[in-house]
């Protein structure tokens, strides 16, 4: 089947680290994304990482695969005000030739001073 | 430059009237896709197009018509509104039509439809 879950809220303090997870369950998925949608906008691609590797760092950003377990997560250090937002994990279906992404429901983060 | 743009922004309409919501990129992409985001903030593909084909086609009430006219544009029709069609709608485009490469998703700001 299709389908993608992520909690549906965090609250960190301002400068803790925030850990956003996921489940998946296409285990032939290539590509799992993290995407960020601020208030009234539309979604902007924050991350990725290929299936073949456990681990991926860019800057504040660390991502997570469990590849066995079906399982990502997104670790955000030091996070600012301005990470508030809400963050989408999506896994890349092959299906019919074709490539689609299955979203997840997303997950708000609120960073509080 | 905007690179993906959806007109109107904003649509508030009442039942049963049929509506269209237009998008454009300047990316010189070959796939455009639909999205449906509800209250819920739940994100579904409803279709995509390659290069004015349609490749994807999920299961959408018939009542929902894509269109491209070229490769830039992918418009939305809805015909005979409903309340439950009430949401966000975002466009977006891709590079490549997937195949199971790295393909990254570029959204537009999205329509909020309103159906009353």
């Known amino acids: 089947g299709e389908d993608v879950e992520q909690s549906l809220f965090l609250s960190v303090r301002e400068g803790d680290s925030s850990v956003i997870n996921c489940t998946y369950t296409d285990s032939s998925s290539t590509y799992l994304y993290w995407y960020k949608q601020e208030p009234g906008a539309g979604l902007q691609l924050l991350t990725y990482i290929f299936s073949n590797m456990d681990m991926k760092q860019d800057q504040r950003l660390t991502v997570l695969l469990n590849k066995k377990d079906k399982h990502l997560s997104l670790r955000i250090a030091d996070t600012q005000t301005g990470d508030s937002a809400i963050y989408f994990c999506?896994?890349?279906?092959?299906?019919?030739?074709?490539?689609?992404?299955?979203f997840g429901a997303g997950t708000r983060l609120a960073v509080h001073p | 430059d905007t690179a993906v743009s959806q007109t109107p922004k904003y649509l508030v309409t009442q039942m049963g009237n049929d509506k269209s919501i237009k998008c454009e990129q300047n990316?010189?992409?070959?796939?455009m896709y639909w999205y449906k985001q509800d209250s819920k903030k739940f994100l579904k593909i409803m279709f995509s197009?390659?290069?004015?084909?349609?490749?994807i086609n999920e299961t959408v009430p018939n009542r929902f018509s894509p269109k491209s006219p070229d490769k830039a544009h992918l418009n939305l029709h809805i015909n005979s509104l409903e309340l439950g069609d009430s949401a966000v709608y975002f466009c977006a485009s891709s590079p490549l039509p997937g195949g199971a490469g790295y393909n990254e998703q570029f959204f537009g700001p999205g329509t909020r439809l309103t159906v009353l």
């Open positions: 999506a896994e890349s279906i092959f299906s019919g030739g074709y490539n689609k992404l299955i």
């Open positions: 990316l010189g992409h070959d796939t």
């Open positions: 197009y390659n290069n004015k084909e349609l490749i």
